[in-house]
């Protein structure tokens, strides 16, 4: 069936790095657009960044620019983020989801937990 | 950057009551806006996008209406299920913001 699951969460202490993965299964991973979406505990949902079908187009939120870099690799059907420089305030659930262009995030990983200490 | 604003942020109601939820957009979006639902612990669920096309497999319960700035996401008549919290989502420029949330419980 259609599915993301990521991976890589944990406790890292602050000024370090981390890389979550995203491994999609179920449906051809080359041809969406893919995000990372957080949601710090109790907090709504914040959008990170997107990465094109075409693994070269990027976006990111003003609050990861510069220190989370979006990437994929179609061949293995896997998304990634690598986040350096880590804060307090990147303390968050953190969601992959794929995207069929203008028709929302339509199907997302179940999260992996990211615990930045200080 | 386009900023979302959802009204209410917490709505009480009864099973079987009709709800709505306003999203206001600070500029203009046509119709590139997207509803979740989301329940505790739970990935986020898209109900509509679109502003008002129903996703696969959503009940025919939830409607959503709208363009440019300001939209609707209406349940009709609720059920034990919907109680959860709710958000929108700008598609259609980066970043794609979410409002702050709408968590509707039960009266």
């Known amino acids: 069936q259609v599915q993301l699951v990521e991976s890589g969460g944990g406790v890292v202490q602050s000024g370090r790095s981390l890389r979550l993965s995203c491994a999609a299964s179920g449906f051809t991973f080359s041809t969406y657009d893919m995000h990372w979406v957080r949601q710090a505990p109790g907090k709504g949902l914040e959008w990170v960044a997107v990465?094109?079908?075409?693994?070269?187009?990027?976006n990111y939120a003003d609050s990861v620019k510069g220190r989370f870099t979006i990437s994929r690799d179609n061949s293995k059907k896997t998304l990634y983020l690598q986040m350096n420089s880590l804060r307090a305030e990147d303390t968050a659930v953190y969601y992959c989801?794929?995207?069929?262009?203008?028709?929302?995030?339509?199907?997302w990983g179940q999260g992996t937990m990211v615990t930045v200490s200080s | 950057d386009i900023q979302l604003t959802q009204s209410p942020s917490f709505l009480s109601a009864s099973v079987g009551d009709k709800v709505t939820i306003t999203c206001r957009a600070s500029?203009?979006?046509?119709?590139?806006l997207a509803w979740y639902q989301q329940k505790p612990g739970k990935a986020p669920k898209l109900l509509i996008y679109a502003a008002s096309t129903l996703q696969s497999g959503v009940p025919s319960r939830f409607s959503g209406s709208g363009s440019g700035t300001e939209f609707t996401l209406t349940v009709s008549s609720l059920q034990p299920e919907d109680f959860a919290t709710y958000y929108c989502q700008q598609l259609n420029s980066y970043p794609q913001g979410f409002g702050q949330g709408t968590r509707l419980e039960i009266k």
């Open positions: 500029q203009g979006i046509g119709s590139y």
């Open positions: 989801a794929r995207d069929p262009v203008g028709g929302g995030l339509d199907i």
């Open positions: 990465i094109r079908y075409d693994e070269i187009n990027k």
